[in-house]
C-alpha cells in the first residue's frame, strides 16, 4: 500500500497546492448548499440553496479548466432551471413559512440508504484513483476547444439534442395546455 | 490536482441528491433533488475528461448534452407537476395512491371511495377536482 502511495504520490495529500486548497474550500461551500438544499423545511429556500450548490459546481468547472461548461452551467442551471423550479413551488402554493411535514416517514431509511451509497462510491473512488493525478497547465475547455470537438466530431448528437429539446418543448405546452372541453 | 477531489465531491454530492429523492415528500424538492444528482455525474464527467486529455473531449460534450436533457427533463417535470396539482390539489408524493394495491375482499375498494375511508385530507383538499386554479 505504502509503494502505491508512493507511486503516483511524489505529490502527497499533506502538501496541496493552491488550486487544491480552491477547490476544497468551494467544494465544501457546494456540498454545504447541497445538504441545506435537502434538508431545509422551507420549501422557498430549499431551491435557494439550490443556487448555491450550482452556483459551486460552475466555480468548480472554471478550477478544472473547463471554462464553457461552468458559463453554461451558469447560464441554463442557475439561470433557467432554478426559476423554472421557483415557478413550480409557486403554481403549487407551496407554503412560504416552514412547513413540517416536508420530509416524509422514511428519511432515516433514505438516510441510511444515503450514507452506504456515500462510504461505498467515496471508498472505491478513493481507492482506484488515489494516485491520479490531473495537470492543470494546458487550459482543457476553452469554447474554441470544446466548439471545435462539438462541430466536428459531436454534429450528429448535437442535433438529435434539437430535436429533444423541441419535443420536450411541445410536450411541456401540450402537458400544461387548459383542455377546453370537460373531461 | 489530485483526482481523488472532484471525484470523491461527486461522490458525496450524489449521495445527498439520492438521500433528498427517497426523503422528501413534495414533488419539486425530489426534482431539485434529482437536479443534484445530475450535477455530481457532470462533475465526474468534466473531471476526468481533464484528466483523459480526451482529444475528442467526449466528456465535455457529454455534460452538455446532459445539461440540455436536464433542462428538457426539469420542463416536461413541472409541467406534469402542474398537471397532477391541477387534478388533485396536491403536490405531495405519498398522497398519489391510485396504483395502490388493494385488499380483494374490501368492498368499496374503488377509485374515490377507498381513498375517502384511508386518507380524509387528501380527499377534501381533493374536493374541488379540477377547478383549482394554478
Redesign the interface.
Known amino acids: 500500500m505504502s509503494g502505491l502511495v508512493l507511486l503516483g504520490a511524489e ?1 502527497g ?1 499533506l502538501s496541496p ?1 493552491g ?2 486548497i480552491t ?2 474550500l468551494v ?1 465544501l461551500v ?2 454545504g448548499g ?2 441545506l ?2 434538508t431545509s423545511r422551507q ?1 422557498v429556500h ?2 435557494l440553496w ?1 443556487v448555491v ?2 452556483g459551486g ?1 460552475a466555480v ?2 472554471l ?4 471554462e ?2 461552468a458559463w ?2 451558469v447560464l ?2 442557475v439561470g ?2 432554478v426559476v ?2 421557483l ?3 409557486m ?4 407554503p412560504i413559512g416552514p412547513s413540517p ?4 416517514g ?2 432515516w ?3 441510511a ?3 452506504a ?2 462510504a461505498t ?2 471508498t472505491v ?2 481507492d482506484a ?2 494516485t ?5 497547465d494546458v487550459p ?2 476553452t469554447t474554441e ?2 466548439g471545435r ?2 462541430f466536428r ?2 454534429v450528429l ?2 442535433e438529435a ?1 434539437s430535436l ?2 423541441l ?3 411541445v ?2 405546452i401540450v ?2 395546455r387548459r383542455k377546453k372541453e ?1 373531461r | ?9 461527486a ?10 429523492v ?8 425530489v ?3 434529482v ?2 444528482m445530475l ?1 455530481a455525474v ?2 465526474n464527467l ?2 476526468f ?3 483523459l ?1 480526451d482529444e ?2 467526449a466528456g ?2 457529454l ?3 446532459t ?10 417535470g ?6 397532477v ?1 391541477r387534478n388533485r390539489g396536491s ?4 398522497e398519489l395512491r391510485d396504483l395502490v394495491e388493494r385488499d380483494p375482499g374490501d368492498d368499496n375498494s374503488d377509485g374515490d371511495a377507498g381513498d375517502n375511508t384511508s386518507r380524509p385530507t387528501a380527499s377534501a383538499a381533493a374536493a374541488p377536482k ?1 377547478e383549482v386554479t ?1
Open positions: 505529490r495529500f497546492t488550486v487544491e477547490f476544497l467544494g457546494t456540498l447541497a445538504v438544499a435537502v420549501l430549499a431551491a439550490l450548490a450550482l459546481i468548480l468547472y478550477l478544472l479548466t473547463a464553457f461548461i453554461v452551467q441554463i442551471y433557467s432551471v423554472l423550479l415557478f413550480g413551488l403554481l403549487t402554493k407551496a411535514d416536508a420530509d416524509s422514511n428519511r431509511v433514505a438516510l440508504v444515503a450514507l451509497t456515500a462510491l467515496v473512488v478513493v484513483f488515489r491520479a493525478w490531473i495537470e492543470l482543457q475547455g476547444i470544446v470537438s462539438l466530431h459531436w448528437p448535437f439534442l429533444l429539446l419535443a420536450a418543448l410536450g411541456a402537458l400544461s370537460r | 490536482m489530485h483526482l481523488a477531489y472532484p471525484a470523491v465531491l461522490a458525496l454530492l450524489f449521495s445527498v441528491g439520492l438521500y433528498g427517497l426523503a422528501r415528500r413534495n414533488v419539486v424538492l426534482l431539485i433533488s437536479e443534484l450535477n457532470n462533475l468534466v473531471a475528461d481533464v484528466w486529455r475528442l473531449h465535455q460534450s455534460t452538455l448534452f445539461i440540455a436533457v436536464a433542462a428538457a427533463e426539469i420542463g416536461i413541472l409541467a406534469i407537476v402542474l398537471l396539482y403536490s405531495n408524493l405519498d379540477g394554478a
